[in-house]
């Protein structure tokens, strides 16, 4: 059994930056970073492959957000630059602990953390 443990959100103005990070209690072999905006499912935003850092973004991130992983402290982060306020939602970290892919879908991991809120203000 693998835990998650998200932090790094908060309250931001539009156009600024927040890093998230998600530090895993053992080894995964992807990772992957969803959101759920209140009304709304929960959705896809980015993953990356742990064994070689190749990442998968949503389109509407994929200039604005960086995910990167540090292998020795199964941590992953995630830069978020430019931020809008659609992009205000709680970000959940995921994990899997197999395979050799970035996963899209939520169906794919095995483990999630608790949530941590980004409010992007107008």
């Known amino acids: 059994q693998v835990q998650l443990v998200e932090s790094g959100g908060g309250l931001v103005q539009a156009g600024g930056s927040l890093r998230l990070s998600c530090a895993a209690s053992?080894?995964?072999?992807?990772m992957g970073w969803f959101r759920q905006a209140p009304g709304k499912e929960r959705e896809f935003v980015v993953a990356?492959?742990?064994?070689?850092?190749?990442?998968v973004h949503t389109d509407s991130v994929k200039a604005r957000f960086t995910i990167w992983r540090d292998v020795p402290k199964n941590t992953m982060y995630l830069q978020m630059n430019s931020l809008k306020p659609d992009d205000t939602a709680v970000y959940y970290c995921?994990?899997?602990?197999?395979?050799?892919?970035?996963?899209?879908?939520?169906?794919?991991?095995?483990?999630w953390g608790q949530g941590t809120q980004v409010t992007v203000s107008s």
């Open positions: 995921a994990a899997r602990s197999g395979g050799n892919y970035a996963y899209t879908s939520i169906a794919s991991y095995d483990y």
């Open positions: 053992g080894r995964t072999f992807a």
């Open positions: 990356i492959r742990w064994h070689d850092a190749s990442a």
